[in-house]
């Protein structure tokens, strides 16, 4: 059944509704679960705004996971140092950020980031790791970078752990493997999986995807 409806952000010149649907939001919230140990979850920083689906994600697995949510004022969402000051405050353990503010995150934290934070999850853009960012996570020694990815179509549909050696980060990782009933293929222009390493187009199988555009069938 679908669960609720969602603007991309229009990077085809005009935003569309995409209906998701309710299992794909129930497997998703699963998935974290699985992932997850509730150390790691038991306080949440809310980052994304409800009109965006990371919302989502962010909500329901720390609910699911017997965490405390701890949603950020609207008013530090774009100050770096703001975020800083927060997740020291609430002693927050688990973050959601989009690449670009947890590298201006990164820079702001001169003195490393938060001890209380384990995982930082970046979904949203392509994740690139600098060298603030490596700095930043050097004296916690067990903060863990997770690069997630999903198209508003099909919200977060694979995942990588980076693990927690910030020195084995690469600059740019990959999306990572799917989750839980998930399906990716990499195909070319007719349809065939493409060797390694060679170009092709992300085609996303399984429960994630959503149930079509509202009003728009075809």
Do not use: H
Request: glycine letters at 10%; one cysteine or more; aromatic letters at 6%.
């Amino acid at each position: 059944d679908p669960c609720f409806v969602l603007f991309t952000s229009g990077s085809t010149g005009e935003p569309k509704a995409v209906r998701g649907s309710q299992a794909s939001l129930v497997n998703l919230v699963a998935a974290e679960c699985d992932r997850c140990e509730g150390e790691i979850v038991s306080k949440t920083g809310q980052f994304a705004p409800l009109g965006f689906d990371v919302a989502f994600q962010e909500i329901f697995s720390t609910w699911a996971a017997g965490g405390t949510l701890c949603p950020m004022p609207l008013e530090i969402r774009a100050d770096p140092e703001g975020i800083d000051a927060f997740l020291r405050r609430k002693n927050i353990t688990r973050t959601f950020l989009p690449p670009l503010m947890l590298r201006a995150l990164a820079a702001a934290c001169t003195s490393g980031f938060p001890p209380s934070l384990r995982e930082v999850l970046c979904i949203g853009e392509q994740l690139r790791i600098d060298d603030a960012v490596r700095s930043a996570a050097r004296p916690s020694a067990s903060i863990r970078i997770i690069n997630q990815y999903g198209p508003a179509e099909a919200p977060q549909v694979t995942s990588l752990d980076l693990g927690t050696d910030p020195d084995e980060w690469p600059d740019r990782p990959t999306i990572g493997p799917p989750i839980r009933r998930v399906q990716i293929r990499i195909e070319d222009d007719a349809g065939n999986l493409t060797s390694f390493g060679t170009p092709g187009e992300v085609m996303i199988g399984g429960v994630s995807v959503g149930l079509g555009y509202a009003n728009d069938p075809g």
